[in-house]
């Protein structure tokens, strides 16, 4: 079959095919007999349910005869569409008639007749949006309104069926309209707790799509919360229900819990979905998922299953602190307890899910940090604990909160962290979590108490650029020197670079900075480097007449050229849309993309402008220059005489829009 499907994809083959009743015995004689549903599956449908879900949902059946029959519908209608559309609808309907027959013992006629439309309908399709473009001579939505719908909602035990029409809407949920979904809503949420594992498999899958799925035309999403509100009580009872696969034993004496990776996922996307709405079930959906950890800590099994775990309790978390900030206290009640088991069983897989849990509670807190946070602390910045590579960035992450919650204190503790910072920027994997980590410290912690390290900081960075430099590290270098110039000042900056070595600082300005800086693509680095560097080029004595004066041009021509660059275009973030899994383009999320498997998008710290302040950039540049052009009169104007014409004309342009001269 995979050689005839390459043949009709091929026009010079054409010929072949285009004869009298060669498409037509195609159809009657190889695709109809193989999609069949055969003895062979069902067994696997009922005795095999992972791996029946595993080849239909995450299409691991490649090379399977329904797969190849499939394919070679889709191959015969790239040139030979409305021939072969009215043939193969032709079967459809006598399916569906035999069927009608008798319901019971013709069944598998009627599975034939959903996957055959399936395969005839569907052109063009992700797993992440669905068909988006469908065989015109199909209607998929009459279809789902007279053989769909109506048998979700049957009382005939026919599995099988019911897994077929859940995955029919999932197939074509984007060409479905809003009432159709909205139908079909409570009868896909009673398959919720049918007892077979397709079946409440595929429902939760269903649900989790719905939730994602947008108007083509609009790009709003096809249904609101409001539209799931008086349904949600049911949704959540059936999604949080425990279901056991087998008695209680030793080891489990509740038995042992089944980790369905798509109803936790599905119960994290309506999380994600329905947000405040979810409020007045909070602490419904919290009790569920902990009882889930619980059962999870003591029998790590299914990675996905884990990870969806932890981001719904990320989200329940998010979503009642931003209401009530104090409703952390609650969390760190009850979930401080599982953490505690964590860490004293070494249930290392979910290190760097509990330390970033315990940073995105911390962050709510204000003032003292309680002390049960505090008794983690040497553990954190225990070195063997980097051993563990998965766990680096969240013990960076929690780290980092510590300082940003009350830098006061974590000053016992510098020393230790600044080890901890020395081991992670020498190497080439970890370099950026080192600057991650020593972010926050120079942020919080105030200039007196950090002046003394401070030296020896920026001879590990020179060490790194003299021995290892790498695109990687001069890429986290560049930034990280422009923040501590918005924080500490320019001649701070230059005093401790010079300590290292007396001229120094020219050297880096010519070999790192100014390189790297027309190379910048993120908006949000590039203002940071724009801000910072404004303060180098108009607050430092030692750039403007003094020893490095040669770079005081050079700078300001780069900061005008990093300012004109076209903006890059930047993905937002879809954090609903977040999925571990990729399409069949092997493409991820946009924007999403993880450093690890790990990391928890709904627990990401959320990111702070330390340039909030200071207006929009080319104003703040014009009113920078105009007040040193104040102190040092006739100076300014001199050197912007002798810049590249381009960029002094961007100059004036700016001065102009700021309403400000430089004299």
Known sequence: MEFVANSLLNYKCRSLFDRENVLESICEKIIVPNIQFRQSDKELFEENPDEFIRRDIEGSDIHTRRRAAADLVRASTKHFEERVTKVLTGYIQFLIAEFQKDPVRNWKSKDSAIFLTSSLAAKGQTSRHGTLTVNPMMDVVAFAKAHVIPHLGSQVEQNVLKADCLKYIVTFRVQLPRAVLLESFPAIIALLDSPNTVVHTYAAHCIERIFTTKDISTGQFTLQPADIQPILEALLANLLKPRRLSGPDRENPDGVLEENEYTIKCIMRTLSYLQAHMLPYINVVVTGLLNRLAFAVKNPGNPRYDHYLFESLALCIGIACRAEPKAVELFETVIFQQIEVVLKENVDAFFPYAFQLMAQMLEYR?????????????????????????????????????????????????????????????????????????RPVIDKVPLERLREYLPEIFRLFFQRLSTSKTPKFVKNLVPFLFFFIVRHGPQVLI????????????MLMEKVVLEEMGKLTRMSTRRLCFVGGTLLLTESPDLFGGRYDNWWAPLLEKLVKLNELPPEKEVAEDLHSFDLTADENNVSMPGLVATSQNQLIFAKKPERDVTADRGE???????????????????????????????????????????????
């Open 495 to 506: 005093g401790v670079v010079d300590q290292v070595q007396t001229g120094i600082f020219g």
């Open 366 to 438: 204000v003032g003292e940090i309680p002390v049960f946070y505090l008794q983690l602390l040497d553990h954190l910045l225990n070195p063997a604990l980097l051993e563990h590579e998965g766990c680096v960035p969240s013990v960076v992450r929690l780290l980092g909160t510590f300082f940003d919650v009350n830098p006061g204190q974590m000053t016992d503790r510098l020393i230790m962290v600044l080890g901890m910072f020395k081991r992670l920027i020498l190497t080439k994997k970890f370099d950026h979590e080192g600057f991650n980590l020593l």
């Open 617 to 663: 950039p080319r104003q703040f540049l014009a009113q920078q220059l105009a007040k040193l052009s104040a102190n040092q009169p006739g100076q300014v104007a001199q050197k912007c005489a002798n810049l590249n014409p381009d960029v002094r004309n961007c100059v004036m342009l700016y001065c102009q829009a700021a309403g400000v001269n430089v004299v």
